[in-house]
């Protein structure tokens, strides 16, 4: 007998669809459209227009869509990917009346920093920090946080240092808060050999290699991590055109290099990454999520379980799903989502 849910689910999803094609975005007074540069999206693009706004450090890139009056959501992207693996996602939320804000992370899409001088940082503490002040810039008290790689790490770090306005979680592959004193300990040879990239960009031969061959590098690690997503050239252009950031390379060298304790962070986060060092648990409700297929490093999910002492539910989503979860199962992660602020009731 078919599910009522999965019906009503896919009765939203065809809405939402409908409503995206129509444009029916909302426009906030106090953003203003971005001016063309290198990484922003071409007018047309499915996700609407990127605007911006000051917030923090950074002048922040993002897509707003949704009422304004809406309970808010924050989507944050990973590496080496873009707001375009929520296209999907946004108009699922937006048809069930969410305000949707999908940023672009420091090094990516139109978001730049605001001072030369500023370090080109890219410490776990510091992409938590830009949630916070993207939230602040946009006047949200609270939301809902979600997201995958670097996005679902920035999410989880939100989610412990300030909980009062973190609504709910979902974040795919689970707990990935980590430290440098971690990340020093030896892993087994297959799990070494997964993080081939990370070794690569300890080296300066391989922050040459990435700044000569951003694209193709990026486009290997697409199918690495997700093998069985057979994604198109003008998928992986449209969010490769995000990667032509000027911080780009930069921040993500400095990324990788902070995590094996090669590069230095900022003094203002040191006391937050003490704590963070003792993965502490995240207590509001959360959802976490795996694809079947995911061919990048990931912890095992009994390995996280612990960490969430809140309301917690774990998904697996079959059928060959990778590393990019919202892109390649889009109503599976707008379901979560939809489902996380369900939890917080």
């Known amino acids: ?61 993002y897509v707003e869509m949704g009422p304004a009056s809406g309970a808010p959501i924050l989507l944050f992207h990973g590496w080496p990917y873009d707001i375009h ?10 048809a ?40 602040d810039a946009l006047r949200i008290e609270k939301a809902v946080v979600a997201g995958f790689d670097w996005g679902a790490r920035t999410a989880n770090i939100m989610a412990v240092l300030w909980p ?50 951003t694209n193709a590098f990026n486009r290997q690690i697409w199918q690495l991590a997700s093998p069985a997503w ?9 969010s490769a055109a995000s990667l032509a950031n000027p911080d780009h390379v930069a921040i993500v060298i400095h990324n990788y290099r902070w995590r094996l304790g090669l590069a230095e962070g900022e003094a203002q986060y040191d006391a937050v990454e003490a704590r963070l060092a003792g993965a502490p648990p995240i207590t509001i409700p959360t959802i976490t999520m795996e694809g079947d297929a995911n061919g990048a490093p990931h912890p095992a999910p009994e390995n996280h379980r612990a960490k969430f002492t ?19 199962a889009p109503l599976a992660f707008a ?8 939890l917080a009731r």
């Open 310 to 328: 809140g309301p917690y539910e774990h998904r697996l989503i079959t059928g060959g799903v990778g590393h990019n979860l919202p892109q390649e």
């Open 164 to 213: 009062q306005r973190c609504t709910a979680l979902v974040s795919v592959s689970g707990y990935l808060i980590g430290s440098q004193a971690g990340n020093a300990k030896p892993l087994a040879p297959a799990q070494e050999l997964q993080w081939w990239y990370q070794f690569y960009f300890a080296t300066e031969r391989g922050k040459a290699g990435y700044a000569a061959n």
């Open 230 to 238: 057979k994604f198109d050239d003008a998928t992986f252009d449209r």
């Open 335 to 342: 379901q979560a989502v939809l489902d996380a602020t369900g």
């Open 96 to 135: 069930r009346g969410h305000r949707v804000i999908i940023p672009h992370l420091r090094g990516h899409g139109s978001t730049v920093f605001r001072a030369a001088s500023t370090p080109r940082n890219a410490q776990q503490a510091a992409l938590a920090a830009d949630g916070i002040a993207l939230m």
């Open 1 to 61: 007998m078919p599910d009522p849910r999965r019906r009503e689910f896919v009765r939203i999803a065809a809405a939402a669809a409908a409503t995206l094609a129509a444009g029916a975005a909302t426009q906030p007074a106090m953003a203003r459209p971005t001016t063309p540069r290198p990484g922003t999206p071409r007018p047309g693009t499915p996700m609407g227009p990127i605007r911006q706004i000051a917030a923090g450090v950074l002048d922040i890139g």
């Open 85 to 94: 693996a929520f296209a999907e996602v946004v108009p699922v939320l937006v």
